[in-house]
Each structure stands twice: as C-alpha cells, then as structure tokens.
C-alpha cells in the first residue's frame, strides 16, 4: 500500500498537473489570475476554514489554535501573534552546553544544538508567526551551516537577530543584517579592506552584489505590482551596474570582530573576544575606502574615513529604491501564502510598505498583516481554483505533523540532528546548498504544466524522484514511531485513538487538521476504505490490547495516507 502511495505522490510532484492518480480525478496547482474575488469576513465559518489561515500562518495548525483564531477572528489573533515573542536560539544553545558539560566536560555546540533549537520553537512557541517569519526571512537573508565558516553559536544569534526584526521596520533589518558577524563570514564583507593602489587589493564586491540582488531590489526595475518595467523598446531595465557593486562594496569596509579594545590585529581576528560572533561587526576607520562611491544614483565624496555615515546613506538609498516594496512582498507572500501572487495582491502589499497608514516606510508588521488578512489569501473561492496555491517546504509539512498530532520530545530537547538528505527531509533549518537559499524564488519546472503556463514554483526545484521517496519513507518512520535519536519526538495520537473505530470521523479529522476541509471525495474514499481495512475485533475479557494496537494502526495509516497525498502536498 505504502509503495503504490509513494508512485502517486511522485507523480503528482513532478508532472503536477496529472490526470490521475488512482482516482481519475484531474489535479493541477500554484499560481494564477483568479478573475474576481468576494467579500472576506474576519471571522472563520468553521474549524476547517481557522485551520487555512492558520497553515499559512504557524507552522501548522492545533486543536486550541483553532478555537481561539474561530473565536477571536483573523485579525485579532494576528494582533496577538505580532505581540508575541520568541525564546532565544542563543540561550537555548548556552544552556545546552551547559547540560552538556556536565556529561562531557570537553563538550562544545555544533549546528545539532541549533537544529533542536529551531524544532523545539517551531513545534512550541506561543509566537507562532513569528517563528514563521524567521524561517521566511532567513529564506531571504541566507546564510548557511554548510558553509564551514559558520560558527554554531553565531547562527543562533543570527536567528534570533531576525526574530527580533521580524516585525519592525525592514531598514533597521537590513542594517542588523548587513552588521552581523555571520553573514559577514558567510558573504566575505568581515575584515574587507579599502582599496590599495600599490598592491592591487579591491574592496570584495560579495555582499554589496547579493544584498541589492537577493535581499532587496532584485536585478530589474519593477512597478510596485511586481510587474517587470521595460524602457521604450521593451527591454528591461537593470536596476544596477557592476560599477554600482564595485562603489557599494567600498561602503562595507572597515568592518570586523567586536572587541571591546579594537586594534589592527583585532580586525583580522587576533585575540578574539568570546562574544565576537554574536555582537555586530565594529568600525576600524583604518581599513575603510576614503575615495569616492558612486552608486544607484547616490555620491558619497572622497574625504576622512567616515564608515558609519557611508554605511547609513547607502543603506538609506536601497531601503528607499522603488524596488524594495514590490520584491519583499513577493518574496513573503510565497513564503506564506502562494507562488504565484497577482499583479493586484502584490500591489496592494506593496503600497502597505510604501506606507502602513501613519507614513511608516518599510513596517515589516504591517506588511505581514496585510499579506495574511488580503482577499486572495483569504477568499476559499480562490483555493477552489486549480491554479492557486503553493508546494509546502518539508521542514514545514514536519512541524505539521508535531503541532497536529500533540507530538512531544521524551528528552524535551527535540534531538533532531540534520534532516538535509535527500533521503530524509531534503531541507534542515539555515542550511541551504547556497546564498540562493533552497530554490530560487522563479524557479519554472522544466518538463510540466506548470512550466507550459510559465509558473514559478520555487519548492519544486528540491523535488526530485530521490526526494519524494525521501519524505515518503522518513515520514512512514515518523508517523510509525517518531524521529530523532531514540526516536525522541514522538505522538501517542489520543486524539484520533478515540475516534479511530470510525472510519468517517477519523478522516474527517484528517481533512480538517491537514487539508483544512478541502479534500476530494476520491481522497476520502480511498482513506476511508483504507481505514476501514485494518480491522478492530469484538472486544472480549483479554483482547483490549489488540483493540489498542488496532486503532492506534489505523490513526498512523490515515495521517500516513493523508501525508503523501498530492492534495496534502500541495498547500491552498
């Protein structure tokens, strides 16, 4: 059964767009041009339609989540979730050594210690848009614990640094951002030096090419609907010059290690303090460019080394360039909602962060609100519509299963190491292959319907046959008897125990904590039918065990079933 489900899953993820898939039903996902939108009513009609808003919105949804968001209504509940704050990947990792040492007193942290961190948050913290936001942000602000310059401890700090930004305004973002000893490590701008004439050094360009490329304006001009600008023979129009990276990255010398004393051995590393790959890089004037910069339209004068007012305006500049609104909105809105927004969702973002309703430029919690609360996020007709939606990353489907199914850690440190194989989840938490993260965010499958319609699907590039039967076999493990050493984070499913000697309301359960009511009468069927061949004996005197084991079978094989499903897989 398993196998013959695996083949269907793989089918849809790489044809997308099928025919069948055993059930002679057509299915066809992402993007789109819906015609017209209705009314959105702040408030949830049922639990099915809570737990949409809240799979966009969490990393998935629970039973108490959808009683408050169905009492409280959408936008109260987000008022709520703005407020909320994260507990710290720094502290947790600090802790832990100390947990640690005193088993091995040589003990020191690895990227496991943040990867426990990262689920532990995922699947309990109260501030669950927020842990969201940090996922989607370190999406866009990549760095990576592949990278062999990345220091554990220092990731951690960078997570936390996006949480604490998540909400505030996109500019204090990109300069905590730019600052930050890991992603000077990670894009090469730590210790980068000004010119020399005599010896031929030049500035490293690195991070002055990917923060205007990846982290803000993109490579060519857009309108603020995200629709791509042309000049009058129709080209586009490239929003900046190697001329503007090879200035910009003048901008970002003179920058190292914190030290509280700083020297010029300092600045190459030289007696490191402890802290030094959590705190912001410092200013050494010394190895800052003195001579002109010239760049997207801005000219700082050549004079006395004056680092931090370089850095302020050339900040200043991209953070108010026409491009920034339109690009992290689309940027968030795939992250969150669909892979393919309308020129009109996109622009109606976009004038948010133009200004949130007080003047306010760049207001990070405006904008998410807004991406949440839009029409098109929100309007159940356009999740009826085949072309509408968006292939949920594995990381997140995982957290799904946690928060759906009560799931717990014995040790309470969810000791789950790297999931980043593509026979496991294909993906682990700040450990992408690249500074392009996972996938790009207009990746077009080759070879498919979507690719036919010139739809991006940014998640299906880490999708390959290799993949799917990676997630399908670790999740049959997962659902079976858990995941991490010892298989330590585990669900004894009580919830769908007690319903599970009835077919129909175990898999109503399932189309309202996985599909939020949207699965397909074929789906249903097959689950049902499926459900209702694990059969459960007459109870007698001695048998209540196998009655246990029984019901507690057919729990693991509906959420299985349900899991793997191409109608799970894609989330709309």
């Not at 008022?79 to 040492?101: T, V």
């Not at 005599?198 to 001009?221: C, F, H, W």
């Not at 590393?269 to 801005?298: Q, W």
């Not at 007698?540 to 897989?569: F, H, Q």
Request: charge should be neutral; glycine fraction near 8%; aromatic fraction near 8%.
């Amino acid at each position: 059964m398993f196998n013959r489900l695996r083949v269907c899953a793989l089918s849809a993820l790489l044809l997308v767009g099928l025919s069948s898939c055993g059930d002679g039903g057509g299915f066809s996902v992402l993007g789109g041009n819906p015609a017209r939108t209705t009314p959105v009513e702040n408030t949830p009609d049922n639990a099915a339609v809570a737990a949409r808003f809240l799979t966009q919105a969490t990393f998935g949804p629970t039973d108490n989540d959808i009683k408050t968001v169905m009492a409280k209504g959408y936008a109260a509940y987000l008022d709520g979730q703005l407020e909320a704050q994260s507990p710290s990947h720094l502290a947790y990792m600090d802790n832990r050594l100390a947990q640690m040492k005193l088993i091995n007193a040589s003990a020191s942290l690895n990227a496991n210690q943040f990867y426990e961190s990262y689920w532990l948050y995922a699947a309990t913290s109260q501030a669950q848009l927020r842990e969201r936001m940090k996922l989607a942000l370190s999406e866009i602000f990549v760095i990576s614990l592949l990278d062999g310059v990345i220091d554990a401890r220092g990731a951690a700090s960078y997570y936390d640094m996006l949480g604490d930004n998540a909400f505030g305004n996109y500019r204090t973002l990109l300069e905590q951002v730019s600052l930050h000893p890991q992603m000077g490590r990670y894009l090469t701008h730590l210790a980068n030096q000004k010119e020399n004439t005599t010896t031929g050094l030049k500035p490293d360009e690195n991070y002055a090419r990917e923060v205007l490329q990846l982290m803000s304006i993109g490579t060519v001009m857009l309108n603020n609907d995200g629709t791509v600008r042309r000049d009058g023979s129709g080209a586009t129009i490239p929003t900046y010059t190697p001329a503007d990276v090879s200035n910009l990255a003048k901008v970002f010398t003179g920058y190292s290690w914190y030290h509280p004393a700083p020297t010029n051995s300092t600045f190459f590393g030289g007696s490191r303090d402890p802290n030094a790959t959590v705190r912001p890089m410092i200013y050494y004037a010394n190895y800052h460019s003195v001579t002109e910069k010239i760049f997207l339209g801005t000219t700082l004068p050549a004079g006395a080394a004056n680092g931090p007012n370089d850095l302020k305006t050339a900040l200043d500049t991209i953070f108010n360039h026409p491009n920034v609104p339109p690009f992290m909105c689309h940027r968030l809105i795939q992250r969150f909602v669909t892979s393919n927004p309308t020129p009109g969702y996109i622009g109606r973002c976009s004038a948010v962060f133009i200004n949130n309703g007080s003047g306010v430029r760049g207001d990070l919690k405006a904008v998410i609100k807004a991406i949440l609360l839009d029409r098109e996020a929100r309007d159940l007709s356009l999740a009826a519509t085949p072309s509408f939606g968006k292939l949920r990353e594995p990381m997140i489907r995982l957290t799904n299963w946690m928060r759906a199914f009560g799931a717990t850690s014995i040790s309470g440190n969810y000791l789950i190491t790297s999931t980043s194989a593509n026979t496991s989840l294909g993906q682990s938490p700040l450990s992408s292959p690249s500074v392009f993260n996972f996938y790009r965010p207009g990746y077009v499958p080759p070879n498919t319907r979507l690719g036919d319609q010139n739809l991006t699907a940014p998640e299906f590039q880490i999708v390959d046959e290799v993949t799917v039967a990676g997630y399908a076999n670790t999740m049959q493990t997962v659902i079976g008897s858990g995941i991490g050493s010892g298989t330590d984070v585990r669900s004894a499913y009580a919830a769908e125990v007690a319903i599970a000697g009835d077919a129909n309301t175990l898999v109503d359960r399932m189309n309202t904590m996985l599909l939020f009511g949207q699965m397909s009468p074929a789906l249903r069927a097959r689950l049902v039918e499926s459900v209702n061949s694990v059969a459960i004996p007459a109870p007698t005197a001695t048998n209540a065990a196998t009655i246990a084991t029984a019901k507690l079978n057919r729990a693991k094989l509906a959420i299985y079933m349900t899991m793997v499903s191409p109608e799970y897989l894609v989330q709309r």
